[in-house]
């Protein structure tokens, strides 16, 4: 039961990975779109009739109906150079390569927007537990969705459909890259919302409840004086797994609500 617990724990945190691929997508390359940038982005409404107009069908698929892409099919996965990605639906900045890095998922991943303009982040049930879900903030095109095991500074990982984007070299548009760097400079914080971070508290603290509940009730409430004695074996120190699983997941709990304050501030 502990071990199923565990095995459920993992697939959870496998994330991206754990979502379906759409139908067949054809493997396009990235539009390139040349336009006035504004430095902040507009808000953008249209019909699906008109988004379906200026969208090929795989990008309306994962932008306007949030489909998947097929993870290792993005050009944007290879992408290194200097530059800006924007939604491919209004064209709005919303990563540069500076955050970019290679995650292994097969789909092109940041740790960082450019500023709290550029994304919102709502939370997901599609799946059993709940993900945040990554939006264009102008026009609330569907991108991705962002995970906790990101590298330093932030530790996000925001996994996008390449699809959802284009990229425009710096030496391409040297006026986006000049936006885009003011906008970066601001400094702006994205805050989490509260129920991406909630439910694996919850889960954390109850695997260590269970955990540590069932240390104490096949020892005792004073397991701990299992050292205590004289006739101390080695079998007794495989008794206290429980507890040392129970702990670790008591003290990923309170990690995770340390790192969500910290971030809230
Ligand atoms: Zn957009």
Redesign the pocket.
């Given at each position: 039961m502990l071990r199923v617990l565990g095995l459920l724990i993992g697939s959870i945190s496998m994330s991206c990975a754990f979502q379906l691929p759409t139908s067949t997508q054809r493997i396009a390359a990235p539009i390139r779109v040349r336009a006035v940038t504004p430095l902040l982005?507009t808000k953008?409404e249209k019909t699906d009739a008109e988004w379906k107009e200026i969208l090929r069908p795989e990008q309306f698929n994962v932008l306007r109906k949030e489909g998947t892409e097929r993870p290792f099919t993005s050009p944007l996965n290879d992408v290194k150079e200097d530059g800006t990605f924007r939604?491919a639906?209004?064209a709005?900045p919303l990563f540069t390569t500076a955050t970019k890095f290679e995650s292994g998922s097969g789909w092109p991943s940041f740790y960082d927007p450019i500023d709290a303009e550029a994304v919102d982040l709502t939370v997901d049930y599609k799946l059993v537990m709940p993900r945040t879900e990554v939006t264009?903030k102008?026009?609330?095109?569907h991108l991705g969705h962002v995970f906790d095991d990101g590298p330093k500074p932030t530790g996000k990982r925001y996994c996008l459909n390449g699809v959802a984007m284009n990229f425009i070299l710096d030496t391409e548009d040297p006026a986006l890259a000049n936006s885009v760097m003011e906008r970066n400079t601001g400094g702006e914080r994205i805050n989490m919302p509260l129920m991406s971070v909630l439910p694996g508290v919850a889960l954390d603290a109850a695997v260590a409840v269970l955990f540590i509940s069932s240390f104490i009730s096949k020892n005792g409430s004073d397991g701990l004086a299992l050292f205590a004695g004289d006739g101390f074996e080695i079998g007794q120190l495989l008794e206290l797994g429980p507890l040392a699983i129970g702990a670790y997941y008591a003290a990923r709990a309170s990690q995770k609500i340390a790192i969500f304050a910290t971030k809230s501030e």
């Amino acid at each position: 039961m502990l071990r199923v617990l565990g095995l459920l724990i993992g697939s959870i945190s496998m994330s991206c990975a754990f979502q379906l691929p759409t139908s067949t997508q054809r493997i396009a390359a990235p539009i390139r779109v040349r336009a006035v940038t504004p430095l902040l982005a507009t808000k953008v409404e249209k019909t699906d009739a008109e988004w379906k107009e200026i969208l090929r069908p795989e990008q309306f698929n994962v932008l306007r109906k949030e489909g998947t892409e097929r993870p290792f099919t993005s050009p944007l996965n290879d992408v290194k150079e200097d530059g800006t990605f924007r939604c491919a639906g209004c064209a709005s900045p919303l990563f540069t390569t500076a955050t970019k890095f290679e995650s292994g998922s097969g789909w092109p991943s940041f740790y960082d927007p450019i500023d709290a303009e550029a994304v919102d982040l709502t939370v997901d049930y599609k799946l059993v537990m709940p993900r945040t879900e990554v939006t264009c903030k102008s026009c609330g095109g569907h991108l991705g969705h962002v995970f906790d095991d990101g590298p330093k500074p932030t530790g996000k990982r925001y996994c996008l459909n390449g699809v959802a984007m284009n990229f425009i070299l710096d030496t391409e548009d040297p006026a986006l890259a000049n936006s885009v760097m003011e906008r970066n400079t601001g400094g702006e914080r994205i805050n989490m919302p509260l129920m991406s971070v909630l439910p694996g508290v919850a889960l954390d603290a109850a695997v260590a409840v269970l955990f540590i509940s069932s240390f104490i009730s096949k020892n005792g409430s004073d397991g701990l004086a299992l050292f205590a004695g004289d006739g101390f074996e080695i079998g007794q120190l495989l008794e206290l797994g429980p507890l040392a699983i129970g702990a670790y997941y008591a003290a990923r709990a309170s990690q995770k609500i340390a790192i969500f304050a910290t971030k809230s501030e």
